[in-house]
């Protein structure tokens, strides 16, 4: 719509807003019938430009949640001035659908939601309770009758209908908040799915309402969001250690050239600090329990950082609540067969890689993007045993996020 038009219409819509009244008052201040009223109305949009009618008539709809602007449904106008840039403006929205988190990136709006893919899920009648951070307040202490899942924890999709109901509770969230008419849509997913989960996923984002819906590999737009350059005829290589798998990529001319990806990240090393801490200690701790330890003074260097943390749990041996303090060293110790796997894979990647580009990516280091980069020593651990600069990125949890707005802007940066 050009801007004259959209004037048009702004300003319309608002002349009916502005008279704040019903259908009913207006008529009876008239001292007219009010089927005169809505005959004035629909003459002034619909004789100056069905077009225009037809956009107002939207609006107004979305907006004020009347029916019809000559329906009689005037009563359920809400008076509110309507803005140059409140309406009609497609909006593209970027989604990193991860194991761990989901965000939402909404052009012009930045990262508008960030929350763990969790759902909270009755086990008696199969009906979700709760999705993202409500949820996750549930993980390992719900009743009986609450289960809190995520649904995506393995880096596939173990749970189709819950992953497609979390995103859509997720994208009407979104929605509530903004206007959008027809938005496009880009959505990062595990690299790990299948084609049919892709398909699925792209349909329950059509569902929505969509214009136009693509999927991407994640470490592609965690690449992007980094900063990096993909699209030059040189290689870079990235790797993302998330929740539940540590993706590992090669990429040149846009595309991805060789990758990996490991079940092996953020949540093994929870599941190993646990196990650490049930031998050493006969003490048993829970998942949220073990985050804690990990990013509080979780290192995988050592000699790294130092510090110590106390924690509570149950006693394997009196079955009682008991306490111990751990410290960066045992963790590192804990997480050392953890880290080692995500060092072979991507030992692996980088042999399976042509010469050339191998040693572009000797030049040019390897930048490694995921909550779990930001895991204390991992830079200098993968340096000395990579033989590669490593650079941590700046924002790693929301690296795929970014991504999405560079690439929504770069239109043919996308597949189609
Ligand atoms: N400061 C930190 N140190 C170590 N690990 C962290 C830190 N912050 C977050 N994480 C871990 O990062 C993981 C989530 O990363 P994220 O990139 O959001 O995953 P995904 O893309 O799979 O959703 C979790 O396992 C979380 O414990
Ligand atoms: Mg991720």
Redesign the pocket.
């Known amino acids: 719509m050009d801007n004259k038009i959209y004037k048009r219409v702004i300003d319309e819509a608002n002349y009916i807003i502005n008279t704040k009244k019903t259908i009913r008052e207006i008529a009876f201040n008239k001292n007219v019938s009010k089927s005169t009223v809505h005959k004035d109305l629909h003459e002034r949009l619909y004789y100056i430009d069905k077009n225009l009618y037809n956009q107002v008539e939207k609006i107004l709809k979305y907006h004020l949640q009347i029916r019809h602007i000559n329906g009689g449904y005037a009563t359920k106008m809400k008076y509110k001035k309507l803005e140059r840039n409140d309406i009609l403006v497609s909006k593209d929205i970027g989604i990193?659908l991860?194991?761990?988190?989901?965000l939402i990136y909404v052009k012009g709006q930045g990262i508008v939601l960030n929350e763990p893919?969790v759902v909270a899920v009755s086990s008696e009648t199969k009906e979700i309770l709760a999705v993202g951070k409500e949820a996750h307040q549930m993980l390992g202490r719900t009743p009986g009758k609450v289960k809190a899942i995520r649904p995506l924890k393995d880096?596939v999709i173990a749970d189709f209908e819950l992953t497609e109901a979390m995103l859509n509770i997720f994208l009407k969230k979104v929605k509530g908040k903004g206007k959008f008419s027809k938005p496009r849509i880009l959505i990062c997913c595990?690299s790990n799915i299948t084609q049919v989960e892709r398909n699925a996923i792209k349909e329950a984002a059509e569902v929505t309402g969509a214009k136009r819906v693509f999927v991407e590999e994640?470490p592609k737009v965690a690449a992007i969001g980094a900063g990096l350059d993909i699209s030059v005829p040189s290689a870079s290589m990235v790797i993302?250690?998330?929740?539940?798998?540590t993706d590992i990529a090669i990429l040149s001319l846009g595309d991805i050239v060789t990758s990996k990806s490991i079940r092996v990240?953020?949540?093994l090393?929870?599941q190993e600090i646990i196990k650490y801490v049930k031998n050493k200690y006969k003490l048993l701790i829970g998942e949220r329990t073990a985050?804690d330890i990990?990013?509080e003074i979780?290192t995988v260097y050592p000699e790294s950082k130092k510090g110590k943390k106390t924690i509570r749990g149950r006693d394997l041996v009196t079955g009682l609540p008991n306490s111990i303090t751990i410290s960066s060293k045992e963790v590192q110790e804990a997480l050392k067969d953890a880290i080692y796997k995500i060092i072979y894979a991507a030992k692996n990647v980088l042999e399976e890689t042509m010469p050339e580009l191998s040693a572009d990516i000797v030049n040019k280091g390897i930048v490694v993007?995921?909550?779990?980069a930001?895991?204390?020593g991992i830079d200098k651990l993968l340096e000395e045993e990579l033989k590669v600069p490593i650079k941590v990125a700046e924002d790693?949890?929301t690296c795929?996020a970014q991504g999405t707005a560079i690439m929504l802007d770069n239109i043919n940066l996308l597949q189609k």
């Not at 993302?240 to 798998?245: E, K, L, Q, S, V």
């Not at 993007?369 to 779990?372: E, N």
């Open positions: 990193d991860g194991t761990a988190n989901v893919s880096g595990p994640e993302d250690i998330g929740g539940g798998t990240a953020g949540d090393f929870d985050e990990k990013t979780g993007t995921g909550g779990g930001l895991i204390d790693p949890l795929v």
